[in-house]
């Protein structure tokens, strides 16, 4: 099986130009809301940032941001939007930073693309970097017939990406396997062709 964090990376890599041109709308509207009333300080950091959407919205909003992510391409075209954005490349299972670093963590559609197995190592090193009564945000998606894998999609001239799925509960359970504490589940449907549901999760250290 290729390697799932080199192929997809590799795929943002190769996307990120036109991955950016149409991913850049506010999209976490109400969520970005609600995590503004429960954070207790500004400091935050954007764990897998992508091409700099989210980023655009907390540097408005006069936030202390930073927002890692593996693939450089999409990094570039994030710095190149944002300017005012602090961007480095980091792999989500091995934060460069300290314990307790930051007051909130953003993982918005990230996740996702981490093997399940691997889900409880990506959610401890979030965790890790959380001041006590930290808060985060994690949005992943719903799982319908797939449970995870590679998926082949012709969009941006045919890609592969690897998404894990999941219910509701069942990433509810491994956020408070790993001592995050769920003050608030919500759902997100997309509107797109799919309506595609999106599994929201607000939590605190």
């Known amino acids: 099986m290729p390697n799932h964090k080199d192929k997809t990376r590799d795929t943002y890599d190769k996307i990120a130009p036109k991955f950016g041109s149409t991913h850049f709308e506010h999209f976490w509207v109400e969520e970005f809301e609600i995590y503004k009333k429960l954070i207790?300080?500004?400091?935050?950091?954007?764990?897998?940032?992508?091409?700099?959407?989210?980023?655009?919205?907390?540097?408005?909003?006069?936030?202390?941001?930073?927002?890692?992510?593996?693939?450089?391409?999409?990094?570039?075209?994030?710095?190149?939007?944002?300017?005012?954005?602090?961007?480095?490349?980091?792999?989500?299972?091995?934060?460069?930073?300290?314990?307790?670093?930051?007051?909130?963590?953003?993982?918005?559609?990230?996740?996702?693309?981490?093997?399940?197995?691997?889900?409880?190592?990506?959610?401890?090193?979030?965790?890790?970097?959380?001041?006590?009564?930290?808060?985060?945000?994690?949005?992943?998606?719903?799982?319908?017939?797939?449970?995870e894998g590679f998926i082949e999609e012709e969009k941006y001239g045919g890609i592969s990406r690897y998404f894990a799925f999941y219910t509701q509960e069942e990433f509810k359970n491994i956020l408070e396997e790993n001592g995050l504490e769920v003050v608030k589940t919500s759902t997100h449907v997309e509107d797109d062709e799919r309506k595609t549901k999106w599994l929201c999760y607000f939590v605190r250290k």
């Open 40 to 147: 207790d300080g500004n400091k935050v950091l954007d764990i897998g940032c992508g091409a700099g959407r989210d980023a655009a919205v907390f540097v408005e909003n006069n936030f202390n941001y930073t927002g890692i992510d593996a693939s450089e391409g999409m990094l570039k075209v994030a710095a190149e939007r944002v300017p005012k954005g602090v961007f480095k490349q980091m792999d989500f299972y091995d934060l460069e930073f300290s314990d307790g670093e930051f007051d909130g963590f953003w993982a918005a559609a990230s996740f996702l693309h981490v093997p399940k197995e691997d889900a409880g190592k990506v959610v401890q090193e979030a965790k890790r970097i959380l001041k006590p009564g930290g808060v985060g945000f994690i949005s992943v998606k719903e799982k319908t017939e797939m449970d």
